[in-house]
Nanobody, 120 residues
Framework: QVQLQESGPGLVKPSQTLSLTCTVSGDSITTNYYYWTWIRQPPGKGLEWMGAINYSGITYYSPWLKSRTSISRDTSKNQFTLQLSSVTPEDTAVYYC????????????WGQGTQVTVSS
């Protein structure tokens, strides 16, 4: 069974780059058909799909965040990462990594989430 764990700083200053890592256990991130996804939930708001990287390394981004978002992977560590540049307090949220094999945007396994606050 696949398990995911987010890690990264809980506090980021405005204008800096937010970097989070998702460590995967239970299967390889290169196994066919997986989409490895980042999703966030700002306080009092709904879930927002940010982007994904698939099993072959192809990336997909939300058009609203594409200019500030980069998703990459380290297959030797079985990890994938999120970088969000030029953050503002509006980027404060719980950030989740998630995965599934039925298609882009169809995640059935989630990490526990990590709170990131953007504040000076």
């Amino acid at each position: 069974q696949v398990q995911l764990q987010e890690s990264g700083p809980g506090l980021v200053k405005p204008s800096q780059t937010l970097s989070l890592t998702c460590t995967v256990s239970g299967d390889s991130i290169t196994t066919n058909y997986y989409y490895w996804t980042w999703i966030r939930q700002p306080p009092g708001k709904g879930l927002e799909w940010m982007g994904a990287i698939n099993y072959s390394g192809i990336t997909y981004y939300s058009p609203w965040l594409k200019s500030r978002t980069s998703i990459s992977r380290d297959t030797s560590k079985n990890q994938f990462t999120l970088q969000l540049s030029s953050v503002t307090p509006e980027d404060t949220a719980v950030y989740y990594c998630a995965t599934g094999r039925t298609g882009l945007g169809q995640s059935d396994t989630w990490g526990q989430g990590t709170q990131v606050t953007v504040s000076s």
